[in-house]
């Protein structure tokens, strides 16, 4: 008979937690202009504006801190970092960086010019970003079914062959200098893409002789779907499944505070050596010198443990299925979820949950207050806000979809922290056609408004 899973470790040091009262909340969210962002962390009882750099890191890599080596060329702590990443990825040529974005401003310095045409698959803010601002041209190529919320596909982060193949087909070679898949897709709600998709893109890739990289953030969450959705790779190992998926591309940027298991860094890691070589001058220039690259020696050591504790099966079933818990247990009290949940969060759907706020009224955001001031639970507004106004028109731009997003921490909280915020969002549905009004802003900075924008209660 088949066993339940349970975490693969025990707690070793514990942080408290601060449970505030209503009355208290209350106050410091009107003190906080209504604005999540600007609670201090310690008038949050369950913390989950994001699953960034928040994780907890284990015994091992505590002991890889103390043994960092500081050395400013050649430590020991970079050919740890480069060993790891070279057995688990097969891409030999390393550039540390800062984090995710430093390996894009990096790798993206030294490849993309301006007119170019970046295919991928729902890129995500900061990679669009990092590519505009080149005046590069970032190209969706998702499955159509990405951008529907109530049905099921088991790869939403999938890439349409045909969108891809067409632009890959109608633009010169020089124009496109690589494509980039993101695993699992964060954008779409942390959904997997799955391996026959990705041996397909690679397949594309090679006939237009296109490199392919990928922004691995979360790939060793994408190799647990592909383990439990694909049936060829049931009785693969995670780390057998990763490998297979990084021989299918040329190089990888990752944000090293999500799968890394850190809290802070990132890397490129890349298969060609002139591409390195192109790449390291930005690092030099951008980040530091070639073998740290804006990390401490004691944080590329904790690093390449986290690489191999996240490719472990054990510790990504119990992750996953942490999240999984959760979008269950909301389900079974009906409260609105959208579908299906992917690997590192939940999403509410404020259309459905609190459809009697207007819009205009930033309904998503007021729920995602409503959670703060009923249980100290936080989340972040996916919605009107944060989509910020338009351009030209400076009306407010309104998305399809509201959301409040619920990022879990890796190995952080227990099932009874999931319970705990199951048990507030219930009870705010059950009163939420109490819920009329909305808020309305009083200060807005005229782009990203979201992190600082203030607000009243209407
Ligand atoms: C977080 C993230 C990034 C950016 O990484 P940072 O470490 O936050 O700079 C890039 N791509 C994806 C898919 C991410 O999730």
């Known amino acids: 008979m088949e066993l339940p899973y349970a975490e693969p470790y025990k707690i070793k040091t514990v942080e408290k937690i601060y449970r505030s009262t209503r009355e208290q909340r209350e106050k410091w969210i009107r003190e906080a202009k209504y604005n999540l962002f600007k609670l201090k962390s310690s008038q949050v009882f369950i913390d989950l504006l994001t699953d960034s750099g928040t994780g907890a890191m284990s015994d091992e890599q505590w002991a890889e801190m103390m043994r960092g080596d500081e050395s400013y060329a050649g430590s020991r702590s970079y050919e740890l970092l480069r060993d790891t990443v070279e057995r688990i990825t097969g891409y030999p040529h390393l550039i540390p960086t800062h984090q995710g974005r430093g390996a894009e401003n990096v790798l993206f310095s030294a490849l993309v010019k301006e007119g170019d045409l970046i295919p991928g698959n729902m890129h995500f803010d900061t990679t669009k970003a990092h590519i505009e601002f080149r005046k590069g041209i970032p190209v969706d190529c998702t499955i159509d079914e990405a951008y529907d919320t109530e049905h099921y596909h088991p790869f939403k982060g999938n890439v349409d062959l045909n969108k891809l193949e067409k632009v890959l087909k109608e633009n010169p070679r020089e124009k496109i200098p690589f494509v980039i898949l993101t695993v699992t897709c964060n ?143 909301l389900m079974e009290l009906d409260v609105p979820v959208q579908q299906p949940i992917g690997g590192h969060a939940i999403y509410l759907d404020a259309n459905r949950f609190v459809p009697t706020i207007p819009r205009e009224q930033f309904r998503a955001q007021a729920l995602a207050v409503e959670l703060y001031i009923v249980g100290g639970v936080r989340g972040v507004e996916i919605g009107t806000i944060m989509a910020d106004r338009d351009p030209v028109t400076r009306k407010n731009r309104y998305p399809k979809l509201e959301l409040v997003r619920l990022a879990i921490p890796r190995r952080v909280y227990t099932d009874n922290h999931m319970n705990y915020v199951a048990e507030v969002l219930k009870q705010i549905y059950d009163t939420r056609h109490e819920a009329k009004t909305g808020y309305r802003i009083v200060y807005e900075p005229p782009i990203l408004r979201h992190f600082t924008v203030e607000l009243e209660k209407i």
Do not use: W
């Open 187 to 329: 954008t779409a709600g942390g959904q997997p893409v799955s391996m026959e998709n990705i041996r397909q893109v690679s397949g594309l890739c090679r006939k237009y002789g296109v490199p392919l990289y990928f922004d691995a953030a979360r790939f060793a969450e994408n190799a647990y779907f592909i383990k439990k959705r694909e049936r060829a790779y049931k009785d693969k190992s995670i780390k057998e499944i990763v490998r297979e998926m990084f021989d299918y591309g040329d190089g990888m940027l990752m944000s090293a505070k999500k799968d890394g298991l850190v809290n802070i860094g990132g890397f490129i890691a890349l298969r060609n050596l002139e591409t390195y070589r192109k790449a390291i001058v930005y690092s030099i220039m951008f980040e530091g010198f070639i073998t740290y690259g804006g990390m401490a020696g004691r944080d590329m050591g904790a690093l390449a443990v986290g690489l191999d504790e996240a490719t472990e099966f054990d510790y990504l079933e119990s992750r996953v299925e942490q999240v999984h818990y959760l979008g269950r247990r």
